[in-house]
């Protein structure tokens, strides 16, 4: 990851997070090359690893320090880093951990959103609000109490966020059963990944309930 070459560093970020075995020396190595403030291909690719790898508590921190600024580039690979530690079916974070991570992304997501400044037009309240509610769904009924969130994203005007709140209720499950009206609606959304997402969410709805 030191080398001058682009593709070689991109590379190494992508293939070092198969090696769990050493997932602390990676995650070390992950943090110092982030702190340089790499191009936003290469921090991004930092930060995915970061996901995929177990943290402990001072890099998950680190994290939190990042997402906290909202105006911060990588901003969306934070948020997607911050979801895949709560990846269904791994064990890369603590209970109370998970917690903390659901809560932070609550408190972004409860944090007028709509009036604050980015790094650049490509980022909007929408797609954040979107990042925010695809992150959630990798928690499942963890994630439980961003229901009443969700739900108002559900009427978000980007199609993207509208099925990411969508998918999220569905992976949360019977706990979000207050959502399936709302859901519902989405049936008749214009868009067909919109349809699909709602009718998927009240599956896994009633399945679980």
């Not at 979801?83 to 064990?91: F, I, K, Q, S, Y």
């Not at 979000?176 to 214009?190: R, V």
């Amino acid at each position: 990851m030191k080398s001058n070459d682009k593709e070689t560093k991109y590379t190494a970020a992508e293939l070092l997070p198969q090696f769990k075995l050493n997932s602390n020396k990676i995650t070390e190595a992950f943090v110092e090359r982030l702190k340089n403030k790499p191009d936003i291909t290469f921090g991004s690719l930092l930060l995915s690893g970061l996901g995929e790898l177990r943290v402990d508590g001072n890099t998950l921190a680190y994290l939190f320090d990042l997402v906290d600024d909202i105006s911060n580039p990588y901003i969306f690979a934070i948020i997607g880093a911050l979801g895949e530690l709560g990846e269904l079916g791994e064990t890369k974070i603590n209970d109370k951990e998970l917690e903390s991570i659901v809560d932070k992304l609550l408190s972004i997501l409860n944090s007028d959103l709509d009036h604050k400044e980015f790094s650049d037009n490509s980022i909007t309240a929408s797609s954040v609000k979107g990042a925010i509610a695809l992150a959630l769904s990798y928690y499942g009924d963890k994630a439980e109490k961003a229901v009443k969130e969700l739900i108002s994203l559900l009427a978000d005007q980007d199609q993207e966020t509208r099925k990411n709140a969508t998918i999220a209720l569905g992976k949360i499950g019977a706990k979000a059963k207050d959502a399936i009206p709302s859901i519902q609606k989405l049936k008749d959304d214009e868009y067909t990944e919109v349809r699909d997402a709602a009718s998927d969410a009240i599956e896994g709805i009633q399945k679980t309930a």
